[in-house]
């Protein structure tokens, strides 16, 4: 029983060591650097945010180049997209796919680490799904070819592409998602690469506040809201990833870690909803959750990476709530305090 104990204390410690070192003296949080505003700090001035508040990860929506400059040298992990536009040509053939990655990937390489290169952005359902897949095996191969071998392609999707998640032990890809996410989560199980999902409980809660708590919503239940055969779920953020996490069982795929790409909550463009109150808690509580590596019910104990959205109140988006997801104004000073 002792001996049971220090052993376990010893794993945890591990575990800690291990996650507070992967980046060091960082927060191991992520934040979505959104650039759809025509009053953002130019692209250094942001990067000095990042550092000044200790901003473990980026992750950017397309490969701009004057951003990837400010980031050099930086120790920010740096996950890369690539412009939902750009999937057909990156899937239409290697040599294609070796031109965007010369012009975008390879002159950063030596003093950047980007583990991911993320082919698109809630693409599934959309025009482009059928090309994910070959746009990801083209990348992943030259990602191969080059040695680099901590690195992987992969893709960004949202709840649009589950059919049921409720609960999440009903997880299930929609009918005009499953026949793209089964080849594309077998593929990224073979290459042992993560899938990315975007997770916003607000939008649920939003959506349908008669009968999603707002406590359940924003992490801040103490009882479990809702049981499903042996496990049982006191936030939303959990059971939308378990849902997932089931939806790729029952397509023979049990091996694919999850990444949080996204989450967050707005400050203001929906009344009483979106006050900075709520997005801080929310925010901070997905930080506290993040960074308590306890994975989730179903996957106790894995290791998830999270991103925030956004950076930036950004007013080139639709008006409304849409513009009021950041962090901070376009002037720098916070919204709210998260870090
Ligand atoms: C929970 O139930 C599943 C089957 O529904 C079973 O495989 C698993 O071992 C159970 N876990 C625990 C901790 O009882
Ligand atoms: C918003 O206001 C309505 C009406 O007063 C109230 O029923 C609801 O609980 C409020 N929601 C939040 C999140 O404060």
Not at 30 to 39: A, D, I
Not at 245 to 266: F, R, Y
Not at 320 to 328: I, K, P, V
């Amino acid at each position: 029983m002792a001996r049971g104990h220090i052993l376990a204390l010893l794993v945890l410690c591990l575990l800690c060591t291990m996650h507070s070192s992967k980046i060091e003296g960082k927060i191991d949080i992520g934040v979505n650097y959104g650039m759809q505003g025509n009053n953002l700090p130019p692209p250094r001035e942001v990067i000095e945010m990042f550092e000044r508040y200790n901003i473990g990860k980026i992750r950017l929506f397309e490969p701009v180049h004057e951003v990837l400059e400010a980031l050099r040298g930086k120790k920010i992990e740096v996950f890369l997209g690539t412009r939902n536009e750009d999937i057909p040509v990156l899937a239409s053939s290697p040599e294609n796919a070796q031109a965007w990655f010369n012009t975008n990937v390879q002159p950063y390489l030596k003093d950047m680490n980007i583990p991911f290169i993320t082919v698109g952005n809630e693409v599934i359902p959309g025009r482009f799904s059928e090309s994910i897949l070959p746009a990801i095996q083209n990348i992943q191969n030259i990602l191969k070819a080059n040695g680099l071998r901590d690195m992987r392609a992969t893709t960004v999707v949202y709840p649009v592409v589950l059919g049921a998640s409720h609960p999440p032990s009903a997880g299930v890809f929609s009918k005009a998602s499953i026949g793209y996410m089964t080849d594309i989560c077998k593929y990224l199980e073979s290459e042992n690469a993560p899938l990315v999902v975007n997770v916003y409980p607000y939008l649920a809660y939003a959506e349908d506040p008669r009968h999603v708590r707002l406590d359940y919503a924003q992490f801040t239940a103490t009882e479990p809201v809702v049981r499903d055969g042996n496990l049982s779920y006191n936030n939303l953020f959990d059971a939308t990833l378990d849902a997932f996490v089931w939806a790729m069982e029952k397509v023979g795929v049990n091996d694919v870690a999850l990444i949080v790409g996204e989450s967050g909550w707005p400050s203001a463009g929906m009344g009483n909803f979106t006050t900075p109150n709520l997005a801080a808690t929310y925010n901070k509580n997905f930080m506290k959750h993040i960074l308590s590596y306890r994975g989730t019910p179903k996957r106790p104990g894995d290791y998830i990476e999270g991103f925030i959205f956004a950076m930036f109140n950004e007013n080139l988006k639709p008006a409304g709530r849409e513009q009021h997801f950041g962090l901070f104004y376009p002037d720098k000073t916070p919204v709210y305090n998260v870090f």
